[in-house]
């Protein structure tokens, strides 16, 4: 029997569907032997997470996905495994992102309002919201809420119909100031998803040069956004850079497009190598 792991998923503690407890235990249903949790600038799911594992037999690493910055690169997401989730300044840097996070959303919802009410629609309820997330309010849970008053059918229609144009910029992490932060936590710092960043391998090449330069470790090579040519590429860069390949299904179990535990559309299973090489570098130090 394939050992499926998964080294990236989401809970309800940032935009996920459901609580730490829940996703461990959903990943165990789907046999899953180890986890990430890797919830976007939130680490509050992590220990309760990590008491769900060792329940259930699951080994759940402790992770993060930063947002990031960099040149004209947007929105870079940088996730860091294995730190101490007690480190003072990854907590205190994490609680500005949550104050923020709480404020922006707030500040969606007005601006959604106010544009239903230009369309004779009825208003959503911001606590409806927060308590339909459980946790951490995400975009998703707005759109489940416009899903539900019946505004919209799909998660994608509320956010091309509202979400999108209600946006609030978000607060980021210039990407060398969020690779420090996980390497002074104690943890190993790896490029989210790279496909979305650039679809232009020569663009790619130069960022993960760059990258390298500021502490990079590894890169998601198997990922829900590459095909098959992405991921053999994918492999080359990251060996001749000295770069862990990691993967991850980027599980958030809100209308997630097919995303499944412990597998990637393109290949299925993520390979157990992945832990494995995560591993390696955990018992040698950063």
Known sequence: MTELIDLHTHSSCSDGAFSPEDLVEKAAASRIVALALCDHDNIDGVDSARQ????????????????????????????????DIEHPRLNSELREFQLFRRQRNALIVEKINRRLTR????????AQVTERAGGTVGRPHIAMELMAAGHVQTVEEAFVKYLSPCNIAKKFFPVDQAIALIHEAGGVAVLAHPPYIT???????????????????????????????????????ARLRGLIATGGSDFHGIEDGGAELGKIRAIGPIPYGCFSALNELFSVGT
């Open 199 to 237: 679809r232009d391998p020569l663009a790619m090449a130069q960022l993960l040069d760059e990258l390298v330069a500021m502490g990079l470790q590894g890169v998601e090579v198997y990922n829900n956004g590459a095909n098959c040519d992405e991921i053999e590429w994918y492999l080359t860069q």
């Open 119 to 126: 369309q004779q629609r009825q208003p959503i309820n911001y």
């Open 52 to 83: 769900a594992g060792h329940r259930l037999g699951i080994e759940v690493i402790s992770g993060v996905e930063l947002s990031c910055v960099w040149d004209s690169y947007q929105d870079i997401h940088l996730l860091g495994y294995g730190f």
